[in-house]
């Protein structure tokens, strides 16, 4: 069996690390923090979450939810390691985003069949390689892959948002709902009324953005647009968006607020709170400003403003194969946020699928197909299969798996369908292949 190298140890790459590893493959997992940093990296840990600790939704009526069973049940390290670091989130999978990262380091750096070497890769290395090298690839290995893959980069930038200190927040004005009531109330809410909307909008809307340069204009990915841009784009999109009160009906007054900004819990201890859907390129004056706009953030202290960054992917459609294999060199397979999926979760299923194949070609073995059904195989599709000329990251959706073969009524039902086949065909999968 040949010594497999994975590039990156983030959500994707320790992913696909330790699925080579349990198949018995000897793993070089490079990394290069903390000897060089990204520009949204904090620690030295692998898996470290960037902006949200939320894993998005974890029931089997929405796609993220399926492809994290269908991961469970194919011994995922980021989903194991999530499972042990959850934090209250209503229906969601949210951690405390140390411990989390700190559960996946120890679980890889132990592994016997791991050697991690603390490097920037600047050339790809000889031999069967998984590249894993993230959203915020480091510019001379981001240079060795446009090389390599003989096509240029796209570029464009993501939004993160603001992290608040929970003391500092006046418990009087919020308080404590999941939307509808579902699961446990996880998110404290800041309610407001008509005329508070309004100053907090026009606040919103006239604040000074930190300048982006010329080729950066306009390249927001829609899934993570800043707050101030939906703004700008009427009333309507942040009432319909992000500040919905629909569900959350205030208890003080038994009635919907006009707008609602929802704060998530950010760490087990409960001590931080971050802003959902509030992902920013606001200078960092002018955040302080708009936040204090905000009912119960008056005296709010920031301790992570909102930023944006880069994300650098390559084209897919055209480059890769649905085994995140490489069409012109497959000893050399892609995964994470660089092949255009987008998520934490998602860069970590493609690792999953990357990290198997990897270890079908160490052991002179057929790379595997997943089954469009399932949410894994659906995705793999989808990136590979998309428009090459019109390539957009997105995130797992059941708009993605193949057709259902008749009309349901409720989206419930669909949902429900979905799963099931989805999971079925795992199971006939894993039984009919030798993964
Ligand atoms: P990463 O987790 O970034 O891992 C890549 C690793 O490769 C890093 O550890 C890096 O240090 C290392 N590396 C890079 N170059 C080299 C090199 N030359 N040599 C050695 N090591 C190298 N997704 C969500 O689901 N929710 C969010 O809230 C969210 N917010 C995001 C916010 C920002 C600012 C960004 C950039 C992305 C965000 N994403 C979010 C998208 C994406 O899911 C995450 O970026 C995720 O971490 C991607 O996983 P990955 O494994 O592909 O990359």
């Not at 510019?139 to 090389?147: D, G, S």
């Not at 000893?331 to 999926?341: E, N, S």
Request: hydrophobic share 40%.
């Amino acid at each position: 069996t040949q010594i497999v190298n994975v590039i990156g140890a983030g959500l994707a790459g320790s992913e696909a690390a330790w699925q080579l590893a349990n198949r018995g493959v000897q793993v070089k997992l490079f990394e290069m923090r903390p000897v060089k940093q990204t520009p949204a990296h904090h620690t030295d840990k692998f898996a470290e979450l960037v902006c949200s600790n939320s894993l998005r939704a974890n029931n089997l009526t929405n796609a993220v939810g399926v492809i994290k069973e269908e991961m469970r049940q194919l011994n995922s390290l980021i989903i194991q390691a999530a499972d042990e670091c959850a934090v209250p989130a209503g229906g969601a999978l949210a951690v405390d985003r140390h411990e989390f990262a700190g559960n996946v380091t120890e679980k890889v750096r132990n592994h016997p069949n791991i050697e991690v070497i603390n490097e920037e890769v600047v050339k790809v290395p000889e031999g069967i390689t998984v590249i894993a090298s993230g959203p915020l690839t480091s510019p001379v290995l981001a240079e060795e892959i446009r090389q390599l893959t003989g096509e240029d980069y796209l570029y464009f930038y993501d939004a993160a948002a603001p992290i608040v200190e929970a003391d500092s927040i006046d418990m009087d004005k919020v308080y404590l709902k999941s939307r509808y009531d579902k699961g446990d109330a996880a998110y404290l809410n800041c309610p407001m009324n008509n005329e508070e909307f309004e100053r907090f909008y026009e606040a919103l809307t006239s604040a000074e953005v930190a300048p982006l340069k010329d080729f950066e204009k306009e390249l927001y990915f829609e899934g993570c647009m800043p707050i101030e841009e939906m703004a700008k784009r009427g009333v309507k999109t942040m009432l319909f968006g992000p500040l919905k009160p629909v569900g959350l009906e205030d208890p003080k007054t038994g009635k919907e607020p006009k707008a609602v900004i929802q704060l998530r819990q950010d760490n087990a201890a409960g001590t931080l709170y971050n802003l959902v859907g509030f992902q920013t390129h606001l200078k960092w004056g002018a955040q302080k400003e708009v936040l204090k706009l905000i009912p119960g953030l008056e005296n709010v202290d920031i301790v992570r403003y909102g930023v944006m960054h880069r994300n650098t992917f390559i084209n897919s459609p055209r480059v890769l194969n649905c085994t995140y294999q490489l069409k012109s060199q497959p000893t050399i397979l892609f995964a994470g946020q660089v092949t255009g999926v987008e998520g934490y979760v998602e860069s970590a299923g493609s690792g999953l699928i990357a990290g198997i194949n990897a270890a079908q070609l160490a052991k002179g073995e057929k790379p595997v197909r997943f089954p469009r059904e399932t949410a894994l195989g659906s995705m793999a599709r989808y990136i590979t299969e998309a428009d090459p000329n019109n390539f957009q990251p997105i995130n797992i959706n059941f708009g993605l798996f193949p057709e259902l073969n008749r009309r349901y009524r409720t989206k419930a039902e669909r949902a429900n369908k979905h799963a099931t086949r989805a999971l079925d065909a795992l199971q006939e999968f894993k039984s009919t292949t030798n993964i």
